[in-house]
């Protein structure tokens, strides 16, 4: 073999299926959305249909968002100064004792809200620190070729873990009310497992300035605001966010009044589920001929339409294909903006970007159960869901006549990487290219 073949051949990754670190922190994350999932399913159901109301469910779930407007900023921070690995082994360990402790509780006869808000909250904590150092940590163990595909399977994922998750929450909740807080202590059992096994380190070799936190978050809120495009989304994806909180628990209480159990949303969450797992699968063919620009317009508006439907039905067939459309549509904007900032972004920025962008994009998620509750017990499910359809239609409005948007281009490209194939430090964050 010439000298050209042998290098032609080590540079050549292997396959992704055969990429141990990466299936490993792959197989971790889908463990801990797993559980996440099915614990925010049952919090709705045990405060709905178990002697709580609709009103304590509101408090449970703006518990449970609330650490997304208060923690995400310094949670950047701290991502960008730990070890991404340990960070997230620590958050299984967290999120073990907390859904534990509710379990457990449960299990002896005891229902107290504010345990339940007490673990929500660290739970969401959690669950914050550990998708911030994951998604960090993806480009430094795939390789650059691999990086849309690891991140459609990252989508695939997460659409995975909801599809499983909403009707195995329900079922569970069905047989014991306990039952889904203890398989989702599981699931963190097994993900700590997984992680442990993690041998890549996850960030790029840095040296830590000792600065304050204020300085550090300011950096990260500086480098993401000079770039147009992702500024304009993360502002519009804010409020649809806070619109798809308001959706969800508006569902819940659709089905119940029109004679539903928990097991029906289950159905409505596989359908929807696997639509959106299908809109996963293909993003990356997506992204890669169409531009940031139409992917977020065309998500938004197809968003206004089939939210709009939803006022207009009770069968759990149609919602299924609702929701199913709102979760391709989402599938392919994830990918897109998921790959467009974090191959945009330098990587001891990671963090703190990621969590900028957190902070806009969901730092309101919190008050959407709070303005659900109070609108639906006002008003009922045809006025919250139609009020939301059309704040919708006018955010997809607003996408449409944003210069910001309009003007985006395809993402940047990544920094040059090295002979394994990882991303090597990148330069100053003056360097990078703004939209």
């Known amino acids: 073999m ?81 070890d991404r690995r340990r960070t997230m082994i620590w958050c299984d ?84 009310r306990w039952l889904p807080f203890g398989v989702t202590a599981l699931t963190h059992l097994i993900a700590l497992v997984l992680l442990l096994g993690i041998r890549t380190p996850l960030q790029a070799p840095r040296t830590i300035r000792q600065r304050n936190l204020r300085a550090e978050v300011v950096e990260g809120i500086t480098w993401l605001f000079r770039q147009r495009f992702l500024r304009a989304a993360l502002l519009l994806v804010s409020c649809s966010n806070v619109l798809f909180q308001i959706m969800s628990l508006s569902l819940i209480v659709i089905i119940k009044e029109s004679g539903g159990s928990p097991a029906l949303l289950g159905v409505i969450a596989v359908i929807s589920g696997t639509v959106g797992v299908l809109g996963a699968i293909s993003a990356s063919w997506f992204v890669r001929r169409v531009s940031p620009a139409v992917v977020l317009i065309s998500a938004f508006t197809a968003w206004a339409g089939l939210m709009s439907a939803v006022a207009f039905t009770a069968n759990p067939f149609i919602l299924g294909a609702l929701f199913g459309g709102m979760s391709f549509a989402g599938a392919l904007l994830n ?27 969901s730092g309101a998620n919190s008050i959407g159960p709070l303005i659900a509750g109070v609108v639906l017990a006002h008003f009922g499910t045809f006025v919250t869901v139609l009020g939301a359809g059309i704040t919708m239609v006018l955010t997809a409005a607003a996408a449409a006549i944003s210069p910001a948007v309009r003007s985006a281009d395809r993402p940047v490209p990544l920094p040059p990487r090295g002979r394994t194939g990882r991303v090597t430090p990148a330069g100053d964050s003056r360097d990078t290219e703004e939209i």
């Open 335 to 361: 990918v897109t903006a998921g790959a467009y900032q974090v191959q945009a972004t330098p990587d001891e920025l990671q963090g703190r970007v990621g969590s900028v962008a957190g902070m806009l994009a």
């Open 2 to 82: 010439s000298v050209l073949e042998e290098s032609a051949e080590a540079a050549t990754p292997p396959p992704l299926r055969k990429n141990r670190d990466f299936l490993l922190l792959w197989l971790g994350a889908g463990m801990s959305m797993l559980g996440a999932r099915v614990s925010a399913v049952a919090y709705p159901l045990l405060l709905v249909f178990d002697g709580g109301s609709v009103a304590a469910a509101g408090v449970v779930g703006f518990a449970a968002l609330l650490p997304t407007l208060l923690l995400q900023l310094p949670a950047g921070v701290l991502v960008d100064r730990w």
């Open 93 to 176: 360990v967290a999120g073990l004792t907390a859904i534990g402790s509710v379990a457990i509780a449960l299990f002896t006869g005891h229902l107290w809200v504010p345990h339940l808000m007490a673990a929500a909250f660290v739970e969401g904590s959690a669950v914050i620190l550990y998708r911030l150092s994951e998604r960090a940590a993806i480009r430094n163990v795939v390789h650059q070729s691999h990086l849309m595909t690891a991140y459609a399977r990252n989508e695939a994922r997460g659409r995975a873990a909801g599809l499983l998750g909403q009707p195995l929450g329900s079922g569970l909740f069905t047989v014991f």
